[in-house]
C-alpha cells in the first residue's frame, strides 16, 4: 500500500510540474528529490520529528475573493503535502489568510499529516480566548498543535491561557515570535525566565544577528526554532541574480539559490524548522527540495556565507 501511495505521489507531481513547464534538469532533479529520505529535527521539550521546511502564510495567502489565485494555492498546498511537508504557519494578522487555509485543507489530500500552527495577536485574556477560537474554526481543525504570542503582544497574559490549554490537552505546544530586531532584548529576556516549547524569528545568511544571543539561549532552554523571512522578503534573490552557485553545492543536493539559502538556515545547530511562504508551484516545489540530501557542517556554512557575500550585490 505505501509502494502504491507513493507511486501516485509521483505520477501526480510528475503531472504537476510538466503542466508547468518545469522540464530537462531541473525536472530530472525534483523527481530525483522526491524519492529521497526527508530531512527532520527534533522537538526539543518532546522529541517529535519535525520536517525542516514548513510553509509560511503571510502576504502570500491573502487570496478570499480571487478565484485565480485561490487555484493556484490549492495547488501550492497539493505540492507541500505531495512533498511530505507538514507544518503550516499563519496568524490572524495575515488579512484573509487563516480563511484561505481552511478552504485549502478542505480540497487537497495529505492534510492529515497537518501540523498546524498560528498565532494570538491581541490585548486581553478573553479577547486572545476568543481569536483562538475563531482561528480553530476557520482552519476546521479540532486544535492547534502550535499556538504561538505573536510579536510578543500581551504575552504574560496569553501565556497563562497557553499553558492552561496545553495542560487541558487543547493545544500541544506553545511558542512566542517577533520579526523584529527592535524586540530582541526583550524576547530573550522572555525566554530566559519562561516555559516555551517553540520560539520563532528572522533568520538568513545575511540577517545573522541572532546568532549572537536569541540561538544560543533557544538552544540552552530546549526551545524549538522557527524561522520566518529566510529569504529576507525575496531580496537574497535579487542580490545574486544572473550568478552561479558553487560547484560545491552540488555535494549538498543544493540545485538552486533558494535550496542554497534555506539549507544554510536549518543546518543552524539551534534551528528546527523554516517556513518560507510562496504563492507559486514552482517555487513551492523547489523550496521542499531543501529538506532532502545533505545539510552542511559548521566548516561549510562558513563557505557558504563567504561565497554569497563574495558575488551578491547591494
Avoid at 480553530?136 to 510578543?152: S, T
Avoid at 557542517?297 to 557558504?304: I, N, S
Amino acid at each position: 500500500m505505501r509502494d502504491r501511495t507513493i507511486h501516485l505521489q509521483r505520477r501526480r507531481l510528475l503531472k504537476s510540474l510538466l503542466a508547468l513547464g518545469i522540464s530537462g534538469p531541473l525536472l530530472s532533479g525534483i523527481l530525483q528529490a522526491a524519492g529521497k529520505k526527508i530531512i527532520t529535527k527534533p522537538i526539543p521539550s518532546s522529541g517529535e520529528q519535525l520536517p525542516v521546511i514548513g510553509v509560511g502564510s503571510a502576504r502570500t495567502f491573502d487570496a478570499l475573493g480571487d478565484a485565480e489565485l485561490m487555484e493556484r494555492l490549492q495547488m501550492v498546498m497539493q505540492a507541500f503535502f505531495d512533498h511530505h511537508g507538514t507544518l503550516v504557519d499563519s496568524s490572524p494578522m495575515y488579512g484573509s489568510a487563516q480563511a484561505v487555509i481552511g478552504q485549502l485543507l478542505r480540497q487537497v489530500s495529505g492534510g492529515e499529516k497537518l501540523f498546524a500552527a498560528t498565532k494570538v495577536w491581541i490585548d486581553g485574556e478573553q479577547e486572545g480566548i476568543e481569536q483562538m477560537e475563531s482561528s480553530r474554526r476557520l482552519w476546521g481543525i479540532k486544535r492547534f498543535d502550535l499556538m504561538q504570542i505573536h510579536n510578543l503582544v500581551d504575552w504574560k497574559t496569553h501565556l497563562k491561557t497557553l499553558d492552561a490549554m496545553k495542560a487541558d490537552g487543547r493545544l500541544r505546544y506553545t511558542g512566542i515570535t517577533t520579526s523584529h530586531g527592535r524586540d530582541h532584548a526583550e524576547l530573550e529576556d522572555v525566554l530566559k525566565r519562561h516555559s516555551f516549547d517553540f520560539v520563532q524569528l528572522s533568520y538568513n545568511i545575511d540577517n545573522r544577528i541572532v546568532e549572537d544571543r536569541l540561538l544560543p539561549v533557544a538552544r540552552d532552554r530546549g526551545i524549538a526554532v522557527m524561522v520566518n523571512r529566510p529569504f529576507q522578503k525575496g531580496s537574497l534573490f535579487r542580490r545574486v541574480k544572473g550568478k552561479a552557485l558553487p560547484d560545491w553545492a552540488a555535494e549538498l543536493d543544493i540545485q538552486s539559490w533558494g535550496q542554497y539559502f534555506l539549507k544554510y538556515v536549518v543546518s543552524h545547530p539551534a534551528v528546527t524548522c523554516a517556513i518560507p511562504a510562496t504563492s507559486k508551484v514552482r517555487h513551492m516545489v523547489d523550496n521542499m527540495g531543501a529538506q532532502t540530501g545533505k545539510l552542511p557542517d559548521q566548516k561549510l556554512r562558513e563557505e557558504m556565507s563567504r561565497y554569497f557575500q563574495s558575488v551578491s550585490t547591494t
